[in-house]
Every structure is written in C-alpha cells, then in structure tokens.
C-alpha cells in the first residue's frame, strides 16, 4: 500500500533570468526544470520519506526523461507514468515580474500531458493508499477531471482519504466543468489546503477568511483545514480547535512550488504519524525551504533539512 497517491500534469519548466522579462521579445531562460504542481508536492512527500505514486503522462523525448528520472531518484513510484510517442512533454514559460507576480506560456493540451489515460489495472494499484492528494490545476480538460474523479472515488471506497489543493486560477475556472469540479473536490475532501485567495473564491457574501474557513469546515466533510498564508505561516482549523503556526524567516530566490511543498510535507508528515502541530511546523519550514532555491522542485528537502530549518529559530521537535 502506497502513503500517497497522486495524478496530474508533468511539464518541462523555463524560468526567465530578469525580471519583467517579456514573452515577444528576445531573453535568457533558465531550465529545463522538471515541474508541474502534483510532481513538486510528490517530490517533497517522497523526499520525507513518504512511499508515493505518481500518475501523469509525458512525451517520449529528453524533457520526458528528465522528469521521470528526478520523479524515480527521488523515489516516487512511476509505474503510472505514461510515455507519449506522438506528442512532446508539457512545457512551462515563466516570467517574475517587478510587483511580484508571474506570467506563464503553458503547453499542457497539446502535449503528452493533455491525453493523459488510467486503466483499470492502474487505478486498483493506485487507489491502494492512504490518502489521495488532489491539485486543482489537474482539473485542467474534462478528460483530467474523469481521471480525478475515478481515482478519488476508488480510493474513498477502499477508505482512503482525500486531501485537497484547489489552486484556483481565473484562466482555470472558465474551462468547462472545471468550477464545478473544484467544488465538488471541495465538498468530498477530507483534507482541505487554501490559500489566501482559494477562500476568497469560495466566501459568500459579507465573509472574511475566518468565518468562510469556519462554514466549510462545518458544511462539509472535511475534518481539517489548513490556511496557507505564505511567509506569514498557517492556520489549521478542526472541529475542536484553530491552531496558529508563524513562517520562518527566510529570503526569497523562487516561490514556485512554495504551497506544493507545503502540501507534501503536511500530508507526509500525518502520513507518518506526527501529531497535527507539528505537522503544521514541518509543512511551514518545507514552504519556507522552497523559496530559498530557484527551480520548481529545486526546493523540495528531507525531513532532516527541516528540522534543522526548524531548530535554527528555536522550534522543539
């Protein structure tokens, strides 16, 4: 039985070397990196320890490679991991602008990513797990949303549970069924990761954070929620207590990958037995290592980095 399951979008990433660097013009690219939201938070899960299996699709070219070697060395099962003949590996284009913000030129449809598959086989070995983690930028086609909506339901019939990373970006939701997806992921999971912005989606009229965080976890399934608040830490919200927990410290090269890594250090973490708080300080010195290195999953660190991480300001183990 695997700790972890999760499916999703492999890519080949290229990061630009200056800020503010434009897509119709002539600049420098760092990459190719492996990358894609699910593979970022798998790596950091496996790389913890966590046993991990992936389920994606790439091309049959050096960017496919690439990632399947980085997703193998770092010990995630790849059985699942599809090799495309006829189309390339998904790539990613990403541009830092001077507010902070990014841009991004993706090929994700067109690209071995988009046609990704799961038979039946693949789906048993898969659903074998603890929990299944969910991203919300997989939700991407409707053929991706099947395969979620599959894999989640196999997993829950084996008693599995669901965590979940909605990710909501405007370009995402206006695809068709993606909003509702996302909702309904939101409904059935038991383990639910927003940020800042995911809340804000989701609140009805007249709430803040606090009192959306409180409805959900007390409309819905879920039975934790954990707010991601970037350099500013998280707050994990369960039916008996709201539990605060500070960021680190730490200055910034990179933030892709920040919240993945997050994620997988979290549901690593419970995977392996860690009471919640401390879960919350291994996700939050996970998040605050991944941003100190340039590269999507460059950042992804092992349990013993983290402890050391946390040891540095003070945090008992």
């Not at 760092?30 to 699910?38: D, E, L, Q, T, Y």
């Not at 990403?94 to 086989?121: C, K, M, P, W």
């Not at 909605?166 to 206006?174: H, Q, S």
């Not at 990958?257 to 549901?267: E, P, Q, S, T, V």
Request: hydrophobic share 45%; glycine share 10%; charged share 25%.
């Amino acid at each position: 039985m695997f700790d972890i399951t999760t499916s999703g979008e492999l890519l080949a990433e290229f990061m630009a070397e200056v800020r503010d660097q434009r897509f119709d013009t002539t600049g420098r690219f760092h990459g190719p990196f492996a990358s894609g939201a699910p593979a970022i938070f798998a790596s950091q899960a496996a790389r913890m320890g966590a046993r991990v299996a992936y389920a994606g699709r790439v091309g049959d070219d050096g960017f496919g490679d690439l990632i399947v070697a980085r997703l193998r060395d770092d010990g995630i099962d790849v059985g699942a991991v599809q090799r495309d003949l006829e189309r390339p590996t998904g790539t990613a284009f990403v541009s830092y602008q001077a507010d902070g913000s990014r841009r991004f030129i993706f090929n994700l449809a067109h690209s071995a990513a988009g046609q990704q598959t799961l038979d039946e086989d693949q789906l048993e070995r898969l659903a074998a797990c603890r929990y299944c983690h969910v991203m919300g930028s997989s939700l991407s086609s409707p053929a991706a949303i099947a395969i979620v909506r599959r894999l989640v339901a196999r997993v829950r019939d084996n008693g599995g549970q669901i965590s979940f990373d909605p990710n909501v970006r405007d370009e995402l939701i206006e695809r068709p069924g993606v909003r509702e997806a996302l909702l309904e992921l939101v409904a059935g999971c038991d383990i639910f990761l927003p940020s800042d912005a995911d809340l804000e989606w989701l609140a009805a009229a007249g709430e803040d954070a606090e009192r959306t965080a409180q409805r959900l976890l007390s409309e819905q399934r879920m039975s934790l929620l954990v707010l991601k608040r970037a350099a500013a830490g998280c707050r994990a919200y369960t039916a008996s207590e709201v539990i605060e927990v500070p960021g680190l410290s730490v200055e910034e090269v990179d933030p892709t990958g920040a919240g993945d890594c997050f994620g997988g250090a979290l549901i690593a973490a419970l995977a392996a037995g860690c009471e919640l708080h401390q879960a919350l300080r291994l996700a939050n010195a996970a998040g605050a290592h991944a941003v100190t290195v340039l590269g999507p999953m460059e950042g992804c660190s092992d349990l013993a980095t983290l402890e050391q991480r946390l040891a540095a300001v003070g945090e008992t183990q």
